[in-house]
C-alpha cells in the first residue's frame, strides 16, 4: 500500500513515518505548503526536507510553485477561519497528487503536532476522501511529540517555531 504523505517540515516528518513504515505502507512525502511565509522560511523548510530525504530514504515530491498570494486572498479578513482554509487547501492539493499518482492512501505530518486541530484535520480529509475515492489514513501521531523532537535535535535539522502562516508567526510574538 502506497501513501502520499503531506509534510510540513522534516522535524514534523519523523515520527509519522516511523509509524507508518510498520505498518507496511510504502511512503513518499508531499511538501506543498503555501501558507509558509516569508519566502526564505519557506525555502529553508523545504530544503531541510529534501536534504533529509536520502538520508531516511524517503521520496519527496515538491511542487515548483509557491502560491502565497492564493493562501492570503482565501484567508484575508477571515483570519479566525485560516486554518480550515490553510488544511483543506494542502490536503485537496495532496489528494489530487495522490490521485494522479495512483496511491491508495493520503495523510498528513499535520497529526503529529500538538499545535494543530486534529479534528478538523480529520473532519477535512475524510470529507476529501469521499469526493476522491481515497482513503484518507488517520492516525494521532502526537503520541510520539518527545520522541520526534529528540530525533530532530539529535539530526540537527533546522527546526522552526511557528505554523508558518504570517498570522502564526505575529501570535508567537504578541502576546495576548
Known amino acids: 500500500m502506497r501513501i502520499l504523505l503531506h509534510t510540513c517540515c522534516a522535524n514534523c516528518v519523523l515520527f509519522p513515518l516511523k509509524e507508518l513504515r510498520k505498518k507496511g505502507l510504502e511512503v513518499v512525502a508531499f511538501f506543498y505548503n503555501h501558507n509558509i511565509h516569508p519566502y526564505q522560511e519557506y525555502l529553508k523548510r523545504k530544503e531541510t526536507l529534501v536534504e533529509l530525504a536520502p538520508r531516511i530514504n524517503l521520496p519527496v515530491i515538491c511542487p515548483e510553485r509557491y502560491d502565497l ?5 482565501n484567508v484575508v479578513f477571515k483570519e479566525e477561519e485560516r486554518c480550515y482554509y490553510c488544511y483543506r487547501s494542502r490536503l485537496k492539493e495532496t489528494i489530487e497528487e495522490a490521485k494522479k499518482g495512483g496511491y491508495n492512501l493520503f495523510s498528513t ?31 494521532d501521531f502526537r503520541e510520539g511529540w518527545e520522541e520526534g523532537i529528540r530525533e530532530s535535535k539529535s539530526s540537527t535539522l533546522y527546526r522552526q517555531q511557528y505554523c508558518g502562516c504570517i498570522y502564526s508567526e505575529m501570535e508567537r510574538y504578541l502576546k495576548e
Open 69 to 73: 498570494k492564493e493562501f492570503l486572498r
Open 109 to 139: 505530518t499535520l497529526l503529529y503536532s500538538r499545535f494543530q486541530k486534529h479534528d478538523m484535520i480529520k473532519e477535512i480529509g475524510e470529507s476529501l476522501a469521499k469526493e476522491y475515492g481515497i482513503e484518507f489514513y488517520y492516525q
